[in-house]
DNA sequence: GAGTGGTCTAGACCACTGA
DNA sequence: CAGTGGTCTAGACCACTCG
């Protein structure tokens, strides 16, 4: 179905405009981004599990080996998840490795205990200008908020606000959110299609306001963590915007620099 | 001079461990690890050339692809820099591309003005407790305990408290600091052979003590984003541990995750 | 043009999984 | 055992840099 792209290397043709613009382009980023678009268009769905590299090498009429150079680079990009013996298959964030994998908190004491979410609100709103921007949609254009509470050992630690899409994620409701057991971020994916496949974040200290104070158990004025975090799915598109404000008293938010 | 690797995979013999643990290590992981030992000895310097493909790969006794892969993984660490056409060289803090490559802050409004260092202290010390533990010193060993602000646009927005170990860098002063042009890290690699190549930190939102709120001209209680980072060389040896605090009032701290 | 890294192929064998 | 990804090799050609 998707046209095989042009031979190169071994012993054949050109392999892209000759003219103008050099604009070369390796044949296994050609592959790659073949399968990004089945990806996307939902040809595999998360978890599942993809053709063999010899069978995909057929498919797109090249070497094995430049299958497995595309498929290491969607890897790298925590697209495709590799199981030797098993097969290939879709990322998805219903893995209990990869649970939560945006959440870098971490209690100062070592172990996690559980974890309590409180759903405190959720309604459907038109986007602040500022959201809008965010979100790349108009001002004024419906989307979805949700504000809720992580607790952790019985103490409220995270006060998130969220905007989504509205038209991304029709019939999404409080009770739905309240009664899913598991990751936001993998209803998303089951119930709407939505893959998050990366984030950016920005993150600052700021003073607590006296609503926040109030759910998170501080004072008003009290340090908090602040982290803005705009989501994307296939083809950086910005589908979730979220506010939270950490209590870091008693955890921390980790990194790692290379 | 280093042991050439045992082959494999072609038609040869055993890898590695037969009996009791299998403990298998692909070709090229020996070979990353016999480059990696190079690197830290200092056969090649931070911004040489190292040795082509082909030159590796008849000294190793293994084929030019499998250099290829060591090399690309020491390349995803950011331990050495791809450059076709010229060839394969050290990374290091140097490069206009990648100086400050820890310092992950942003400032609201676009365009960075020139930055302003100041070295408040810079005295020999004994290791705290705390800080002995990070940096895997007995407490009571000798350390270099260096404070200093960092300005932008003519405001202070970072102060760093930075301990290192003392024997690593026995010489440092305060006059060298001050009067040195370019990154930290890199005085480190020129002048005491000491390259950092990854570190964690753990993030926080603290409220401002007198003196920081002194030196970073804010109110006493202000949110800070307090910042504690340790990096590490080779061997994930601990070698600075520096406690910042941000004001991010017009800054903020950026973060991708994926 | 010589030398470097970058791409591509083809084929063999190894390690792991599950029926 | 067959089938998957993982490693290794050998050789060809492409893209880039620099003298």
């Known amino acids: 179905m998707p046209a095989p792209p042009q031979a190169a290397g071994h012993a054949t043709a050109p392999v892209v405009a000759r003219d103008a613009a050099p604009a070369f382009s390796p044949l296994y980023q050609q592959i790659k981004v073949l399968l990004t678009h089945s990806l996307q268009g939902g040809e595999w769905r998360p978890g599942e599990l993809i053709p063999?590299?010899?069978?995909?090498a057929a498919r797109f009429k090249v070497s094995q080996g430049t299958v497995r150079k595309a498929i290491d680079a969607l890897a790298?990009?925590?697209?495709?998840?590799?199981?030797q013996g098993k097969g290939t298959f879709v990322a998805t964030h219903a893995e209990r490795e990869v649970r939560f994998r945006f959440l870098r908190l971490v209690p100062d004491n070592g172990k996690s205990g559980g974890m309590a979410r409180r759903f405190i609100d959720c309604r459907r709103q038109r986007a602040p200008a500022d959201v809008a921007r965010a979100l790349a949609l108009r001002a004024g254009d419906p989307t979805l908020q949700v504000r809720r509470v992580l607790s952790f050992e019985g103490r409220p630690v995270v006060l998130d606000d969220i905007w989504l899409p509205g038209h991304a994620f029709k019939g999404l409701t409080a009770e739905r959110l309240s009664e899913y057991r598991g990751p936001m971020y993998r209803l998303f994916e089951t119930e709407f299609g939505v893959r998050m496949i990366r984030a950016d974040e920005k993150l600052r200290a700021v003073g607590a306001d006296a609503e926040s104070a109030a759910l998170l158990?501080?004072?008003p004025g009290a340090p908090l963590l602040s982290v803005e975090r705009l989501s994307?799915?296939?083809?950086?598109r910005p589908l979730e915007l979220r506010r939270g404000l950490y209590d870091t008293s008693a955890h921390y938010y980790r990194n790692e620099l290379s």
């Not at 994307?232 to 950086?236: A, H, I, K, R, V």
Request: net charge negative; glycine share 4%.
């Open 52 to 56: 063999s590299e010899l069978e995909l």
């Open 76 to 83: 790298d990009d925590r697209l495709l998840v590799r199981r």
């Open 232 to 236: 994307f799915t296939y083809g950086d």
């Open 217 to 219: 158990e501080v004072e």
